[in-house]
């Protein structure tokens, strides 16, 4: 049989197997990227928060405390591989929380991508126009408030891309999973590959299906995107931004104007 053959030949054996293999590689990797997310909004946007003058002494000993936490949490998830991670973690804890291999797995990649997500929250709280966080702050706003309402949705919103990227590299990287056998596609392709003795052909079934995986969640990424840049869910620059101080001195001039040729011509 040629190669072609005996792929099909795979799939037509092995389709609920590498089915169900989709199925948990898609769970594992779509809870642990969105428990990730809010472990990373909270860090980041706590990280982010900046003390003014008011604040208590107390308040800015936890701020140090905290920031000095979690820089270590993630200077140490960011700086170790995901398969030494989840080797240790899951056999550390597995006499003490006694889970299975897919909670393990989802708390795995959620510490992890946390870490990365942090600092892509911290990075679009950054690029947010400082003009804005002043004018909240001349209404009234706390420093939690402005946060919450003014910096954080146009953050999530400048961070997106790198957010959704994090989606697509946890659906691959969960392959390493596998090593506290986890039955991902990684794990399914090495038992049907063990079984029939054909590693060429089974592996490239499984590239074909990560691509595939990967493909569809940019699209639908792409799309979202799309979506939500063009629905103006974003807030409105603020009057301090240099080019709607422009644009506001151009309206005025030609108002002035045209009230100066009316009166000319009255």
């Not at 099909?8 to 779509?30: E, F, G, H």
Request: charge should be positive; charged fraction near 15%.
């Amino acid at each position: 049989m040629g190669f072609w053959q005996n792929v099909l030949k795979i799939v037509q054996d092995y389709w609920p197997n590498l089915l169900m293999a989709c199925r948990t590689t898609l769970l594992v990797s779509l809870l642990g990227t969105a428990c990730g997310f809010l472990i990373g909004l909270l860090i980041g946007g706590l990280r982010a928060i900046r003390l003014d003058f008011t604040a208590s002494k107390a308040s800015r000993i936890l701020k140090r405390i905290f920031d000095a936490f979690a820089g270590l949490y993630i200077t140490i998830f960011r700086g170790t591989p995901m398969m030494v991670q989840a080797v240790f973690i899951y056999y550390a804890l597995l006499n003490i929380i006694h889970w299975s291999n897919i909670q393990a797995a989802v708390f795995v990649i959620s510490v992890n991508t946390g870490a990365y997500m942090a600092e892509i929250i911290r990075s679009g709280i950054q690029a947010v126009d400082n003009g804005q966080i002043e004018a909240a702050r001349s209404l009234g706003m706390s420093n939690a408030q402005t946060l919450k309402e003014v910096v954080l949705p146009q953050a999530i919103r400048n961070a997106f891309p790198a957010i959704g990227n994090e989606l697509i590299v946890n659906i691959k990287d969960s392959s390493v999973l596998m090593i506290i056998s986890i039955s991902e596609l990684m794990f399914s392709a090495r038992s049907i590959a063990g079984t029939t003795f054909r590693f060429t052909e089974v592996y490239f079934i499984e590239a074909c299906i990560y691509l595939f995986l990967t493909s569809v969640a940019a699209l639908l990424l792409n799309w979202v995107e799309k979506r939500v840049n063009g629905s103006g869910l974003s807030l409105p620059q603020s009057d301090t931004d240099p080019t709607n101080m422009k644009l506001s001195r151009t309206a005025e001039q030609k108002g002035g104007n045209r009230d100066y040729d009316a009166r000319q011509h009255s």
